[in-house]
């Protein structure tokens, strides 16, 4: 049990279909963080959420759209995506921004597959 | 600039042996350094970090790093593998301590019986 739990856990969507996975963090922590992980390259960190606001977005698709109702849950919806897309998408939180004090605590992941 | 190279996609070791993971960091100011694990099937956990007091920083499972700023090196060793420590190692650094982590690609550690 990671404390943080990721659903689905595995996804096989078309490039028509909308879908969503969703993260939940039974920690406290009130940063939390999704990361994509492709093989052979390193995670790519995709958004960043602090208090429930978006503080990071690196140069992301806008077929990938998150949403962080409150501190405890974050989702990525997808829409219209691309073969490239496929990959290992991780959840991350932590207590707090400081990776001095709070290190990152992530999900086992969804494995997305679009065909 | 911030990033890390891992040399060594993947490393076999046999059992009792040895392990030595590679990092090196780019940075423009003094960094924060981490080593990540990942089992098959499962996210990241924290093996051990360094953020500026001792250069020699034990980690979890017997894995300890030393940071060597004149060789800007960050290795990952533990004196003995056992089979329980297959799996894939992250390095990663930040500049400003914040969580937004830039990480390596990994390198895959097989222990042989």
């Known amino acids: 049990e990671t404390g943080v739990t990721q659903t689905p856990r595995h996804l096989v969507m078309g490039m028509t279909n909308k879908k969503s996975l969703k993260c939940e963090q039974h920690?406290?922590?009130?940063?939390m963080y999704w990361y994509k992980q492709s093989a052979k390259k390193p995670l790519e960190l995709m958004f960043v959420?602090?208090?429930?606001?978006?503080?990071e977005n690196n140069s992301v698709p806008s077929r990938f759209s998150p949403e962080c109702p409150n501190s405890s849950h974050l989702f990525l919806h997808l829409h219209t995506l691309q073969p490239e897309d496929s990959a290992l998408y991780l959840c991350?939180?932590?207590?707090?921004?400081?990776?001095?004090?709070?290190?990152?605590?992530f999900g086992n992941g969804t494995r997305l597959t679009v065909t | 600039a911030q990033s890390v190279t891992q040399l060594g996609s993947h490393v076999s070791v046999s059992e009792g042996a040895l392990v030595l993971l590679r990092c090196n960091y780019s940075s423009s100011v003094p960094p924060y350094l981490f080593w990540y694990v990942q089992y098959p099937n499962q996210g990241l956990q924290l093996l051990l970090k360094?953020?500026?007091?001792?250069?020699l920083v034990k980690g979890i499972n017997g894995f300890e790093a030393e940071f060597k700023k004149s060789e800007t090196s960050f290795h990952l060793t533990k004196p003995s593998a056992h089979m329980s420590d297959a799996a894939e190692y992250f390095c990663a650094v930040s500049e400003t301590g914040a969580n937004n982590l830039f990480f390596g690609t990994g390198t895959r550690l097989t222990v042989i019986p």
């Open positions: 959420y602090n208090f429930k606001e978006q503080t």
């Open positions: 991350a939180s932590s207590r707090d921004r400081s990776s001095y004090n709070s290190p990152l605590h």
């Open positions: 920690l406290g922590h009130n940063a």
């Open positions: 360094y953020t500026s007091a001792a250069t």
